[in-house]
C-alpha cells in the first residue's frame, strides 16, 4: 500500500469533523480559560485555546497504515495502560498464529489478526484523546474559581457568570473523561477475551469455525471506532455546551 502524505491525511473526514468539533471548541474555551485564570495578557490567552484546539485536531489525523508508531509512554496512565494491554494482547494472538496448524484456520486467525491491528490503532487514538482531555482538565483550577465564587457571596454579576461556565466545562470534561476511560476499559477486556479464545481454538485441532470470533472481533473495532468518533461529538448532548 502507497503511504499517504501528510496532506493527504489531513484531508481527511475525522480532521474536518474536529475542526469543527464542539469538543475542540470546549477544550479551546478551556486553555483559554486557564489563561484568564493565570492574569496572562490576551495574546497569550488567544494563544492557549489556538493550542488546546490544534491539539484536538492533531489527534483526528489518520496515521499511514504502514506506519505504526505507537508509543504508550508518551501518555499518562490509566491511557497508557490500555494501550499496553491492547499491544500485549496483540502480541498473544500472534503466538497462537504461530502455534496453529498450517491450513484454512491458521489463514483465517490471520485475517482476524489483521482486525486486531485496527483494533490497537483505534485504541492508541482514543487513549491519546483521553490523555489529551486529561491534560486540558488539569488546566482548569476549579478550587481557585469556587474560591472566586464564594467571594462573590452568591450575587448574580458577569463575572459569576463566566466564572459559573468554567465550572460547568470542567464537569463536562470530568464527565466525558470518566466515560470514555470506562468504555475504554470494557473493550480492553473484551480484545483480551477474543485473544483467549483464539489461543484456545488454535490448540484444538481439526476444522474449527472461526466466524463467531470474527464477528466478535469486528465488533470490537466497529466499537473503538465509535467511541473514537463519539469523542467528536461528546458535548453536542452537554447542556450548555458551546
Known sequence: MTRRSFRDRFLTPPV????????????????????????????????????????????????????????????????????????????????????ARRGPMRDRLT???????????????????????????SKLDTADVERELTSLGGSHTKTAEALEAQLASARRLEATITDVRDRLRLLDARMDEAVARAVELSVSGGDVDLGGLG????????????????LEEADRAAPGAA
Open 16 to 99: 474536518a469533523r474536529a475542526i469543527t468539533s464542539p469538543l475542540g471548541i470546549l477544550l479551546a474555551g478551556a486553555g483559554a480559560s486557564a489563561a484568564i485564570l493565570a492574569g496572562l495578557p490576551i495574546a497569550a490567552v488567544v494563544a492557549a485555546g489556538a493550542a488546546a484546539w490544534a491539539g484536538r485536531v492533531a489527534a483526528a489525523v489518520p496515521r499511514d497504515s504502514n506506519s505504526r508508531h505507537i508509543d504508550p509512554f508518551a501518555l499518562q496512565d490509566p491511557w497508557r495502560t490500555f494501550v499496553r494491554s491492547a499491544q500485549q494482547a496483540r502480541r498473544k494472538f500472534d503466538e497462537a498464529v504461530r502455534g
Open 111 to 137: 485475517e482476524i489478526g489483521a482486525r486486531l491491528d485496527d483494533a490497537v490503532d483505534e485504541c492508541w487514538r482514543v487513549a491519546r484523546q483521553g490523555h489529551a482531555l486529561v491534560d486540558a482538565r
Open 215 to 230: 464477528h466478535d472481533v469486528d465488533g470490537l473495532v466497529g466499537d473503538m471506532e465509535a467511541l473514537r468518533q463519539g
